[in-house]
C-alpha cells in the first residue's frame, strides 16, 4: 500500500512508531497531487512549501515525544477555498475574490493547527458553494476520480475528489444543503456534516448563514469520528455555535453494539424518482442493520416535499444579504481598479466589479433573494418558506421520539456526467432533494458508501451513498451506526 493511501489513524501509529516521517506523507501527497492533479482538478492552489514546513515542524514534534496522543499531528489534508487561511489565497472558486488572502484563520484551521496540520492546499468549489457539480467555479470543473466524464459533486467537490483519489487523507468542507453529503456520496467517502452550531462558522466565507456547517470528508468513520472531536466545540466568534459538551466520538464509537437501535425509514424517500440500484444498496445497508441487532421502523416525514422549494427561497434570501459585502473594493479584487483611469466613481467600481465578478448562478441567486425579500413579495416567499422550515424541522422532532437515528438513500443518482445538467439549473436544484430537509431542520446526518451502481449512461460502476440522521448534537449515534454498518464489511 501507498504511503497517501493510509487512514488517519494508521498514518498516525506508523509516525508515532517512527516508521515513517510526516515529510514522507506529505511527499508522497504531493507527489500523488502531481501525478493525477491535471486530470482531476481538486486544487486551485497547492501550498507546497508550505506543506513541507509543517511537516518538518510535526516531525519534530513526533520526534521530541510530545503529543503522543495527537493522532492529528502530521497528517496531510485539503481545505476548501470558501474556508479562510491566514495569508494563503481563498476565492470560493469566484473571480471577485480571486486576489483575496486573509488576514485571518477560520477558527477551525486555528484549532487544526494547533494540532499539527498539514495543509497541502485549497480545493475547487462551486463558486461561493453555489452548486451540485462544481461545474459553477469560475475556474474549471473538477473530475470524479472514479469516472473522470462524471463530476464529483458539489459544492465541496474538489475536497471529496482529493480525499477519494488519495491526494490527502482528509478534507475540511462546509455543507448548507448537502454540499457535504452528495460529493462523499458520489465520490465514494465518507461525509460528515455535523448539527448547525457544533462546529463554529467563524472564518467561512458564508452562503446561508442559518444552514452553514463546516464538516468533514474522510476516507472511513473513524476518522470523521476523530476530526469532529477535534473540530466541534463553542467558539465566542460565533454567536451561533453550541456550548454543549463535545463528545468523544472516537471511543464512543468504539461499541460497535447496535442492540436495539431503533433505525426510521422514512416513506416518502423511497420514491419513484429514486433509481431502483440506489433504492437496492441503500435497502440492503438497512437489511445488514437489522441482522446485526437494530430494529427497522417505518416513518413518515410527511412536509418532506416541501424541502427543496423552501430551501430555494431561504438559502437565496441569504445569499443576496451575505454576497452584498462584496464591493470591489474590500478582499482584494484588483481588476477595475487598476484601470483607474477608466473608472468614474466608487459606484462605478462596485458596479463593474459585481457584474464582472461574480458568476451567473451567484447573479441568479442575488436576484432570486432579493425578490423573495423585497417588500410586497416577503409575506408571499421568505415568511412563508420560514413557516414551512418550522414545519419540516417538526417531522423530525416527531420523528426522533419513535426512532434513533434516520435512514435514507444521499442521492437519488450516482454521479451524472458533466455537463448533464449544466443548461438547466433547475435539474441541478433537483438533486438536493434527499439533503435539503436535514439543512433545514439543523440535524446531524453522514453519508457513507454502500455498494456501486451503473449509471443509465455509463459503464463505470459508481460509487452509492447511504445517509444516517440523527437527532439535534446526537454524532456520536449517528457515526456509531455508520462505523457499524462499514466494519460489516460488504
Ligand atoms: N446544492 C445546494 C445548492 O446549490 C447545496 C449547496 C451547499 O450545501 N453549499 O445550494
Redesign the pocket.
Known amino acids: 500500500m501507498r504511503l497517501n493511501e493510509l487512514t488517519i489513524t494508521e498514518a498516525s501509529d506508523r509516525l508515532k512508531n517512527r516508521d515513517l516521517s510526516s515529510v514522507e506523507l506529505t511527499t508522497a501527497c504531493l507527489d500523488e497531487i502531481k501525478k493525477t492533479d491535471d486530470k482531476i482538478k481538486s486544487f486551485i492552489t497547492v501550498t507546497e512549501n508550505y506543506a513541507l514546513l509543517q511537516a518538518e515542524k510535526a516531525d519534530r514534534k513526533i520526534k521530541s515525544g510530545d503529543e503522543k496522543d495527537n493522532l492529528l499531528l502530521g497528517i496531510p489534508c485539503s481545505i476548501k477555498d470558501i474556508i479562510l487561511t491566514k495569508n494563503v489565497l481563498t476565492t470560493a472558486a469566484s473571480n471577485i475574490l480571486k486576489n483575496y488572502i486573509p488576514p485571518y484563520d477560520a477558527t477551525l484551521i486555528s484549532k487544526l493547527k494547533n494540532r499539527g496540520m498539514v495543509m497541502l492546499g485549497k480545493v475547487n468549489c462551486?463558486a461561493f458553494?453555489?452548486?451540485?457539480s462544481t461545474e459553477n467555479s469560475d475556474f474549471f470543473t473538477t473530475h470524479n476520480p472514479w469516472d473522470l466524464e462524471r463530476v464529483p459533486g458539489?459544492?465541496s467537490g474538489g475536497s471529496a475528489s482529493s480525499v477519494a483519489s488519495d491526494q490527502c487523507f482528509y478534507s475540511i468542507g462546509?455543507?448548507?444543503?448537502?454540499?457535504i453529503r452528495q460529493p462523499a456520496a458520489f465520490c465514494g467517502v465518507v461525509g460528515l456534516k455535523p448539527t448547525y452550531g457544533r462546529i463554529s462558522r467563524y472564518g467561512l466565507i458564508s452562503?446561508t448563514s442559518s444552514t452553514d456547517c463546516p464538516g468533514i470528508m474522510a476516507k472511513n468513520v473513524s476518522d470523521a469520528a476523530l476530526l469532529l472531536k477535534e473540530l466541534a466545540g463553542k467558539d465566542k466568534m460565533d454567536a451561533t455555535s453550541s456550548d454543549r459538551k463535545v463528545d468523544d466520538y472516537f471511543e464512543f464509537i468504539k461499541n460497535e453494539n447496535i442492540e436495539g437501535l431503533k433505525i426510521g425509514v422514512p416513506k416518502e424517500y423511497f420514491i419513484e424518482e429514486l433509481d431502483s440500484k440506489i433504492k437496492n444498496a441503500v435497502q440492503n445497508a438497512i437489511e445488514k442493520l437489522e441482522k446485526l441487532g437494530a430494529e427497522i421502523v417505518e416513518i413518515s416525514l410527511p412536509h418532506t416535499k416541501y424541502a427543496v422549494p423552501t430551501y430555494y427561497i431561504i438559502?437565496p434570501s441569504e445569499v443576496s444579504s451575505n454576497l452584498a459585502r462584496f464591493d470591489g473594493i474590500k478582499y482584494g479584487y484588483s481588476e477595475v481598479k487598476s484601470q483607474n483611469s477608466k473608472v468614474k466613481s466608487l459606484e462605478d467600481v462596485y458596479l463593474k466589479s459585481r457584474a464582472n465578478g461574480f458568476g451567473s448562478e451567484a447573479k441568479r441567486r442575488i436576484i432570486l433573494g432579493t425578490y423573495a425579500l423585497s417588500s410586497g413579495y416577503y409575506d408571499a416567499y421568505y415568511l412563508q418558506a420560514q413557516k414551512a422550515r418550522a414545519l419540516i424541522k417538526k417531522d423530525f422532532d416527531n420523528a426522533f421520539e419513535k426512532v434513533d437515528v434516520i435512514i435514507i438513500p444521499t442521492s437519488p443518482n450516482v454521479a451524472f456526467k458533466i455537463g448533464e445538467h449544466s443548461d438547466n439549473p433547475l435539474e441541478l436544484?433537483m438533486?438536493?432533494i434527499f439533503?435539503s430537509a436535514a439543512?433545514l431542520a439543523g440535524v446531524p446526518a453522514i453519508s457513507i458508501p454502500c455498494g456501486f451502481a451503473k449509471p443509465k449512461n455509463g459503464n463505470v460502476e459508481m460509487p452509492v451513498g447511504m445517509q444516517i440522521i440523527g437527532k439535534h448534537f446526537d454524532e456520536k449515534t449517528i457515526l456509531k451506526t455508520a462505523n457499524v454498518y462499514e466494519k460489516s464489511g460488504d
Open positions: 462551486d458553494a453555489h452548486g451540485s458539489g459544492s462546509t455543507d448548507t444543503g448537502g454540499s452562503m438559502m436544484y438533486e438536493d439533503l439543512s
